[in-house]
């Protein structure tokens, strides 16, 4: 996402055409998850230019067809897999393949994940959320799960919800989170050189700062390991997402003083009337 109705005027500029947008965005962060590709694969043209409007270093992590993970649970889905790999083909290495498989797909299902992994294309990097309890609560599942992804390069995205759930929800759209998103324990192992790691906040700024310390020193330690990892936040408004992506990796650079910078924003013209 590099767009949100709260952003205009706060982090992109007013009035910025849609084929812009993702350029003044890469201002802030350097990383953006592609949510929108589960729900429909992009026209081959419309990748071209986000390659275009964004620097060789900029990541982008894209969410598998709910058609491949959700509807057909990776069985039979040929025709559609090859259409998305076209499709953001122009992207090159810089896309990770982010399967986000649904909660009903458990244990017993990791055979079916592991064959599906090792037929993606080499060039790109692989990275699988799971959402079953099964996986964060049985040893034997987890290990199940923690080779296959090893066996085929692939690594596990954490969701971390932990401080979401911490309290009740106080606003609408916490509430409207609240019964969306998956209640499971933090996960702080990576198996690849490029973990990738979403975390939930909450709307107050400061319970999402105080709720993702534990996650700076983790990435503090994986950066001293010589890993690159990739870190997005997310409150359940997301009015404050870019700030607070660009505070998580100023608190993270704290702990680590040779990590680079991320970019410098464009100034953004306030609002005019006319």
Known sequence: MWSHKAWPGRFL??????????????????????????YATPARATVETWAQQTDPGFRFVVKLPKVVTHERRLAGVEAE??????????????????????????PADVDALGR???????????????????????????????????????????FDTTVFFRRPPESEVERETWTMKPRLPR????????????????DSAEETIEGWRPWTAVVAGWLREGRSPTVFVHTPDNNDAPALARRFHDDVRALVPGLDPLPEPAPVEPATLF
Request: glycine share 10%.
């Open 13 to 38: 500029p007013q009035s910025l055409p849609a084929k812009e947008r993702l350029r003044a965005y890469a201002g802030w962060c350097n990383a953006v998850e592609g949510n929108t590709t589960f």
């Open 81 to 106: 897999m090859r259409a998305f790999l076209d499709a953001i083909e122009p992207l090159g290495e810089r896309a990770v393949l982010w399967t986000q498989l649904p909660g009903s797909f458990g």
């Open 116 to 158: 599906f992994l090792r037929r993606l294309p080499a060039g790109n990097r692989r990275a699988v959320e799971v959402r079953h309890p099964g996986f964060f609560t049985d040893a034997g599942s987890t290990s199940l799960l923690e080779e296959t992804l090893a066996g085929a390069h692939a690594e596990w995205v954490p």
């Open 187 to 202: 996960r702080t192992r990576a198996l690849t050189d490029r973990p990738v790691v979403r975390y939930l906040g909450r």
